[in-house]
């Protein structure tokens, strides 16, 4: 398949007609990109359109380049070709199979290796606090638990260099380390999110309003310091879940 390198966003109209704000947006390969603003201000639409590969057949008339070309009509129909996987908000099983069994068949049809179901099992157990199972059956994982196993199967098992995510921080799994995850695996990762941790996170944001592209911001350096302190209030509040889970007091837990 063709390897991807580039990403690029011709931006197009906002929901009163009029252009965007910013004529394009490149992302490469290991970057984490923000899509940020006010509810309804288009972010899913953005969304949609990188996952249709849209060529201005969509309302906003957004194109989507990849490696500085229109993608073939394959790629945009084929879901065998198709190069993008989506993380939800939403996300239920409908399969009635086990964890391993799941695994084992995703990982045999994109010919990964044995070691690859227990490798993506453990690493899906470092996302969430509920321990997902070899036997466990997919229909009763927990909202937290699907999407820990699928976040950890796009990194490990799937071949599709653009990730979506949408709103992680709902997820009920360490958003943190499920992103720095999956940019690790070089890929292309675009995140909505409205949690200042994860937007800060990002080596650039998006920002909608009225259904479009308005701006785009670099984090600045005392950005990250921000976050920095903001992921150390973050991880204390964590904590906090995880004494409350447990059954144990909230006067117990050690302040970080």
């Known amino acids: 398949m063709q390897d991807i390198h580039e990403l690029t966003i011709i931006c197009g109209i906002d929901k009163s007609g009029a252009k965007e704000d910013v004529e394009k947006i490149r992302i490469c390969p290991g970057e984490i990109i923000g899509i940020v603003g006010p509810t309804g201000s288009g972010k899913s639409s953005l969304i949609c359109d990188i996952e249709q590969l849209s060529q201005g057949d969509t309302p906003t008339r957004r194109k989507i380049l990849i490696n500085g070309k229109a993608p073939g009509r394959d790629i945009r129909t084929d879901p065998r070709k198709k190069r993008i996987a989506q993380l939800s908000q939403n996300m239920h099983f409908l399969a009635d199979m086990t964890v391993e069994a799941f695994l084992r068949m995703h990982a045999k049809s994109r010919d990964r290796n044995s070691n690859t179901?227990?490798?993506?099992?453990?690493?899906?157990?470092t996302l969430t606090g509920?321990?997902?199972?070899?036997?466990?059956q997919l229909t009763i994982l927990?909202?937290?638990q699907s999407r820990a196993l699928m976040a950890?199967?796009?990194?490990?098992?799937?071949d599709s260099p653009i990730v979506l995510i949408d709103e992680i921080?709902?997820?009920?799994?360490?958003?943190?380390?499920a992103l720095k995850l999956l940019a690790a695996e070089g890929k292309i990762v675009l995140v909505v999110t409205h949690d200042p941790v994860l937007a800060l996170m990002t080596k650039r944001r998006i920002v909608m309003r009225k259904g479009g592209i308005r701006q785009v911001i670099t984090t600045s350096t005392g950005e990250m310091n921000v976050c920095t302190e903001l992921v150390?209030?973050?991880?204390?509040?964590?904590s906090l879940r995880n004494t409350i889970r447990q059954g144990g007091l909230v006067e117990q837990a050690v302040v970080v």
Request: aromatic share 2%.
């Open 142 to 144: 927990s909202g937290g």
């Open 130 to 136: 509920e321990s997902i199972q070899p036997g466990h």
């Open 232 to 238: 150390r209030l973050d991880n204390y509040m964590m």
């Open 152 to 158: 950890a199967d796009i990194a490990v098992i799937s």
């Open 117 to 125: 179901v227990e490798r993506v099992i453990s690493i899906a157990n």
């Open 169 to 177: 921080e709902n997820a009920g799994i360490k958003k943190q380390e």
